[in-house]
C-alpha cells in the first residue's frame, strides 16, 4: 500500500495537540511508531494514551525544544526505546504577539525566534547524525505561509518561518548524498489552539487571504507531512509544501 511506514521511528514535536497530533495520529496509523514529544508533561501523556486507544505504538517525550540538552535527550529517549529514528517533524512553535513591529519587545523577539527557528535548528542537528549514520531518513519541518508572504503585525513569527524555510533547503543540499530527505509543509491559517494567541481581526485578515474562503483542519496539513515522510516522495527533498487553500502566490 501506499505511503505505508511499517516499523519506522517518528519523533514529532508539539505533538500534544493540533497540528503536531494530527501528525502522530496520522503517522502512527501508517504503522510508524511515534514519540510524541512536547513540554507538557500531562497533555503529552494524554495524547499517547489516545493512540494508544487507536492501536498504535507511541511514547511521550517530555522535552523543551529551544534547550539543546533536551533536545538531545529527546532523541536518544526514541532510539533506546524503539532502536532508531527515521522520521522527524518540527512543529513546536508560537505564534507570538499580535502586534505592530514598534510593540515588539526583544522579549517577544527571542521567545518567537527561539521556539519556532532555533528549537528546529536544535532538533535538526541532533537527528540528522543519526540519520546520516545508517543512510537513510526524512525531516518534516513545519513552517507557514507568513514564512513566505508575511503577515503585518506577526514580524517575527512570519520571519521565523521564513528561516525555517531557508533552513529546509540548505540542509536538504547538504545531506542529499547521505540518504536523508529534509522538507518542509508551510500551511495558511489551520483551526487550533494556537489561534488562541492571537485576536480576531488578525485571524479574519488571514482568513481573508485564503481562496478557499475558510481555515484548513490539522489534518489537511497531516496529509502532506505523510507524504514528505513517506518514501513515495523519495525524489522530493529541499521543498516547501504549501497548505493554504490557495494562498500562497509563489
Not at 507538557?40 to 494508544?52: I, K, P
Request: hydrophobic share 45%; with cysteine; glycine share 10%.
Amino acid at each position: 500500500m501506499f505511503l505505508e511506514l511499517p516499523e519506522r521511528v517518528a519523533i514529532v514535536t508539539g505533538a500534544a495537540r493540533g497540528i503536531g497530533f494530527a501528525v502522530a495520529e496520522r503517522l502512527s496509523r501508517a504503522g510508524a511508531r511515534v514519540v510524541v514529544a512536547d513540554v507538557d508533561e500531562r497533555s503529552a501523556l494524554a495524547a499517547v494514551d489516545r493512540l494508544r486507544e487507536g492501536g498504535a505504538e507511541a511514547v511521550e517525550a517530555v522535552a523543551d525544544v529551544t534547550r539543546p540538552d533536551e533536545v538531545e535527550a529527546m532523541v536518544e529517549r526514541a532510539i533506546a526505546l524503539f532502536g532508531g529514528l527515521d522520521i522527524l517533524v518540527n512543529n513546536a512553535g508560537i505564534t507570538g504577539s499580535d502586534a505592530p513591529l514598534s510593540e515588539v519587545t526583544d522579549e517577544d523577539w527571542e521567545r518567537v525566534m527561539g521556539l519556532n527557528l532555533t528549537a528546529t535548528f536544535y532538533c535538526c542537528r541532533a537527528a540528522i547524525s543519526r540519520m546520516r549514520e545508517r543512510g537513510a531518513g526524512a525531516v518534516v519541518n513545519v513552517a507557514s505561509i507568513s514564512g513566505k508572504e508575511g503577515n503585518p503585525n506577526m514580524i517575527p513569527y512570519s520571519v521565523s518561518k521564513a528561516g525555517v524555510i531557508c533552513l529546509t533547503k540548505a540542509l536538504a543540499k547538504e545531506v542529499v548524498d547521505d540518504g536523508v530527505r529534509v522538507n518542509c509543509v508551510a500551511p495558511a491559517v489551520i483551526e487550533t489552539p494556537l489561534l488562541e494567541q492571537l485576536g480576531p481581526e488578525a485571524i479574519e485578515y488571514m482568513t481573508s487571504k485564503v481562496p478557499m474562503g475558510r481555515m484548513g483542519r490539522p489534518e489537511e496539513v497531516a496529509a502532506v507531512v505523510h507524504f514528505l515522510a513517506s518514501d513515495d516522495a523519495s525524489f522530493v527533498t529541499g521543498q516547501c509544501y504549501d497548505a493554504s487553500g490557495g494562498r500562497a502566490t509563489y
